[in-house]
């Protein structure tokens, strides 16, 4: 066989680091039509002009919308440069202050999320994972608890580990997101020691 007529597999350097460049500028695009109007469900098309891009150039990088805000909201996570999730107990009371000054950092794409109808639907894609990763960091806490009461425990950690309770200390009370993660930590501490002693604790 002629070694020229094998076919090429070389990746040209420049086209892919185009292509990364290129798929950066549409995540950023999405970023900034979230800032300015997160309550408003935009197009792809709307998108791509915001992005300076062309409609079939955006599915050349994501499948579809869906996936560009999968993929979004895990860059988002990301950027903040901490655990947005416990793997066990002791992130409960660990991870809030750092979180929530994290928060702070990016608070309009944060507060975007908070209350963009994409926002909510991409939270809700991964709220098995999540609902996981909490049970399974009270599972030792709870235990004396009845399912009921547990599902409650389960609920109100999450609630005090989440962007939302970031957002109210913050707009309600003046506390920096810091004063805030430190206040969520004392909470989670204060229930799981009332956890352990079962439901009428």
């Known amino acids: 066989m002629n070694i020229q007529s094998m076919p090429r597999n070389y990746e040209s350097p420049l086209r892919a680091e185009q292509a990364l460049a290129t798929r950066e500028r549409i995540l950023q695009a999405v970023g900034e039509i979230f800032e300015r109007d997160p309550e408003i469900a935009f197009s792809v098309d709307d998108l791509a002009r915001e992005a300076g891009v062309n409609r079939r150039t955006v599915f050349r990088h994501f499948q579809d919308k869906d996936a ?30 750092e979180l929530f000054a994290a928060l702070d950092r990016h608070e309009g794409i944060v507060r975007a999320s908070n209350v963009s109808v994409a926002g909510r639907e991409v939270r809700l894609r991964a709220n098995d994972q999540r609902q996981a990763a909490f049970r399974k960091s009270l599972a030792a806490a709870s235990e004396q608890l009845s399912p009921e009461r547990r599902k409650q425990l389960e609920a109100l950690v999450h609630l005090l580990f989440s962007p939302a309770a970031w957002q109210t200390m913050r707009d309600h009370w003046g506390l920096t997101g810091r004063e805030a993660g430190e206040a969520s930590a004392w909470a989670i501490q204060a229930l799981l020691t009332v956890a352990r002693k079962g439901d009428d604790g």
């Open 68 to 97: 560009l805000l999968d993929a979004f909201w895990a860059r988002a996570n990301e950027k903040l440069g901490v655990r947005v999730w416990p793997e066990n107990e002791l992130d409960l009371a660990a991870i809030p202050p």
